[in-house]
Structures are given as C-alpha cells and as structure tokens.
C-alpha cells in the first residue's frame, strides 16, 4: 500500500480519492475549500492539509484533480506547491484536462525536483469516477508510468500511456474533438425526430441498434428528450477543453472544422443561460431556434 495524496476533490476528484483509501492505501487529501475536504475524510476517513505541501511531504504518489492550466500551475509551483516537498523519485500524476504546453512546463519543473510528471487526463464523466471505470490517457517516462500504473487502476476501465510527456493530454483532446461532433449529430437527430412528429425513444431504441449508436447515445437520449441537462459534463468545461484543442490545432496544422463550430454552438448555449449544463444541451439551443 502506497501512500498517496489527491489535490483537488470536485466531482471527479472527491469519489477518485475514495476509491484509493477504500483500497487500503494511505490517503492525504487537500482541497482549496478546505470544508470539502474535512466532507471527504468525514466520508472516507484518511487525512487532510492545509496546502499542497503540507500534503505531499514524503508522499510516494502525489495526483491532481483541478479546474485549469493556473489551478495545475498554482498546486504544483505555487508558494505552498507540491513540487516543493515531494521527495526524489515520487511521481506526480495530473488528472486534470490542462493545455500540453503547460504539461511540458510541469515535466521539466519536475525533472529539476527530481520528480517523475505523468499527464493523465481521464473521461467517464461523474459516473465513471463513482464506478471507478475511468479511460485514463497517459503521457511521460515509461518506468513512472509503470510505478504508478497499479494505483490509477483501482479507478480505471482502462489506463495507457500513449508516449511521452504530453502524449496524454493530446489524447484527450481527441476525445473532446470526438465528442463534440457525435453530441452535435445526436442533438440534431433528436430534434429532427421531434419535428417529424417521431416517437424519440423509439427511434433510438432502433437506430442505437445500428451504425448510429453511440455512448452518448445510450447514456444521455432520455435526459435530453425531457429537457434534462443535469447529468454530467458542464458547457464552461467543455469550452475550455475545446479552447485548448483549437490552441492545439493551430499549433499543429490540423483543421478541425466541425470543433470550431460547435465550440461556437456551446457559446450560444452559454448565452441562454447553460454554462453549468452538462453537454448535452446542444439540443436546448436548437430547441431554442426552432
């Protein structure tokens, strides 16, 4: 048994957490609002600390679970950062959906700590973090990989490491381009179906049998057919995430058309007033232009 510390206990962090102390291993969590974290070890049991570095002295594992690129940044060489009391060789893993370019900061700042730096951005949204079936895309050194691989398996459907530093977050941005589109096409067959005067549920029970089937499609057409946006994924969210992956596209060559369009889409549904609901609500915006 490891012991570990988590940095970040949101929605994806708090039941990520859990699972590692239910293992067995040997839990210190922090949280910037310190009563989710008193909640977590109410919960769960383990420990807690005032800052990211009062909790990752002499930890062998430290991960992270934050909101963006300043949040990572701020935990990991902040005033009271991680990096300044992890011990040589631990392994400081990010869970956290961050920019690639900031990913390749944090591996040299940790490098220089003689730290080990694993991006490993996760998908399986809030139900895949309680079940603990989590795809967890990996980027960095290969034996840190493999120290730290049997710990992110106690919450993971799968877990890989792509290739080096970065490989990780450039995958998950793959995921975002994928699900932008499959979310925008689901949102539009619906609506036409409810145009057509179809009954929505039957439609997809036939054509999610088919070609047409999808995650997406099985986990969130009811929600979306009752007018339901409350189940997963925020709108903000995923507009920093999409952000990102056209930072990336721009850096790379790569045309990412409908990415851009959808990103566009999602602002509009901001504008109605939906940034906390979750991706799905792409229907709700055209729901609310005819």
């Given at each position: 048994m490891a012991k570990l510390v988590f940095l970040g206990l949101g929605v994806m962090g708090a039941p990520m957490a859990g699972h590692l102390q239910k293992a067995g291993h040997e839990v210190t969590v922090y949280n910037r609002t310190e009563s989710k974290a008193q909640d977590w070890v109410n919960t769960y049991g383990g420990a807690m600390a005032k800052t990211p570095r009062d909790a990752a002295k002499d930890a062998d594992i430290?991960?992270?679970?934050?909101?963006?690129?300043?949040?990572?940044r701020s935990v990991c060489l902040g005033e009271d950062g991680a990096f300044g009391a992890m011990r040589a060789g631990a392994i400081f893993v990010?869970?956290?959906?961050?920019?690639?370019?900031v990913t390749?900061?944090?591996y040299g700042a940790a490098k220089d700590a003689e730290v080990s730096f694993i991006d490993a951005p996760i998908s399986g949204g809030q139900a895949g973090a309680?079940?603990?079936?989590?795809?967890?895309?990996?980027?960095?050194?290969?034996?840190?990989?493999?120290?730290a691989l049997p710990v992110m398996e106690v919450y993971a459907k799968i877990c890989r490491r792509i290739?080096?530093?970065?490989?990780g977050q450039m995958t998950k941005m793959c995921n975002q381009i994928a699900?932008?589109?499959?979310v925008q096409g689901?949102?539009?067959?619906l609506h036409f179906a409810e145009k057509a005067g179809l009954d929505g549920r039957a439609v997809v029970e036939v054509i999610s049998q088919g070609a047409a089937g999808s995650w997406q499609m099985e986990n969130r057409y009811e929600t979306m057919l009752d007018d339901e946006f409350d189940h997963g994924f925020a709108v903000d969210w995923m507009r920093k995430d999409l952000g990102i992956c056209l930072d990336a596209a721009d850096e790379t060559g790569a045309?990412?058309?409908?990415?851009?369009l959808v990103d566009q889409f999602y602002k509009d549904v901001q504008k109605l007033g939906g940034g906390r609901w979750d991706t799905s609500s792409l229907i709700k915006r055209l729901r609310a232009i005819g």
């Open positions: 430290v991960m992270a679970c934050v909101g963006n690129d300043d949040d990572l990010d869970h956290t959906t961050v920019s690639a370019a390749r900061e944090l309680e079940n603990g079936q989590l795809s967890i895309m990996c980027g960095g050194d290969a034996d840190a990989f493999d120290q290739g080096e530093s970065g490989a699900i932008a589109g499959l689901l949102s539009e067959a045309s990412l058309p409908v990415t851009a």
